[in-house]
């Protein structure tokens, strides 16, 4: 078992951009199984319902419209999403052709803009770190050399260390997170809220504010992995997938656990300055 492990460890580390685009198409499959059986939000009435849907995302022209109106059919909706599943498990498989992997890549990819406006409501950050994974994945190996897919990973990487950061440093102005009161807050909501979590919160404010401090200093300085050569970058990188763990639990944000550890070969590639083996 521990010998089994450490090969997928190894494997990861060799390959960073099969892992990643692995673990993405992971969350695309998730994404189009999740929308097939789902049919009611895009029924009359429902929170995507396309009669007024279409109205939130007017098109400049007759030519784009009736593409959309044609995509918004729903045989036309299910189709797209089950051949995203399809180019999907091509991808979690263990095909190595660098070609089939390219246009299983790009497909996950124009497939996702293609059907975004399908999904106007529902869609979230996680939709974009996959779109953004399987695009540059697509890229770097249409390049055809380690090189081109070197610099896939690499971008890849540096996309998640602004993505923490930024996240971070946006939060930093904000008098609610500062002073502890954002995370009870949001556990509060019905959307992304969890009833038990926020009682403990409200009835514990030094541990609220401990844990909104913890998140920041977690976000804004996950750019200082880079440094030493990525010497404390599994550490990191542990601790934000934990992160992500309990956002899924307690906010429901499961796909973004995925989405995310998704782009983590790749932020380890660039702290460590290795890539992509042939």
């Known amino acids: 078992m521990l010998s089994r492990l450490r090969k997928v460890v190894e494997s990861v580390r060799a390959r960073p951009l099969s892992a990643a685009e692995r673990i993405s198409a992971a969350t695309h499959l998730l994404s189009s199984l999740e929308y097939l059986v789902r049919r009611s939000d895009r029924v009359p009435g429902g929170l995507n319902d396309w009669t007024h849907l279409r109205d939130h995302v007017p098109a400049g022209n007759g030519f784009t419209q009736g593409a959309r109106d044609f995509i918004a059919r729903e045989n036309v909706t299910q189709a797209i999403h089950g051949s995203r599943a399809l180019a999907a498990v091509v991808l979690i498989a263990p095909v190595r052709n660098n070609t089939v992997r390219m246009a299983a890549n790009a497909y ?3 497939s996702q803009i ?10 979230d ?5 996959s779109f953004l994974v399987q695009a540059a994945a697509a890229l770097g190996r249409a390049g055809g050399s380690e090189s081109s ?4 990973v690499h971008f890849i990487g540096a996309q998640t260390v602004l993505s923490y950061g930024a996240s971070g440093w946006a939060k930093l102005p904000g008098d609610a997170w500062r002073s502890g009161e954002a995370l ?5 909501t019905q959307t992304y809220g969890d009833e038990l979590f926020f009682k403990r919160l409200e009835k514990h404010p030094t541990a609220a504010r401990a844990l909104c401090h913890t998140v920041l200093a977690l976000e804004c300085g996950f750019p200082l992995l880079l440094f030493k ?7 990191g990188l542990v601790v934000m997938g934990g992160f992500h763990l309990a956002n899924a639990r307690l906010m429901g944000l499961s796909r973004f656990a995925l989405a995310f550890s998704s782009t983590y070969p790749a932020v380890r590639a660039l702290a460590k300055g290795t890539g992509e083996a042939k």
Request: hydrophobic share 40%; proline share 0%.
């Open 108 to 110: 996950l990819a124009g």
């Open 114 to 123: 293609v059907i975004y406006h399908r999904h106007l409501f529902g869609t």
């Open 125 to 129: 950050g996680s939709d974009q770190v």
């Open 149 to 152: 897919r070197t610099a896939a």
């Open 184 to 188: 009870t807050k949001i556990m509060r």
């Open 229 to 235: 050569k990525g010497r404390f970058i599994d550490a």
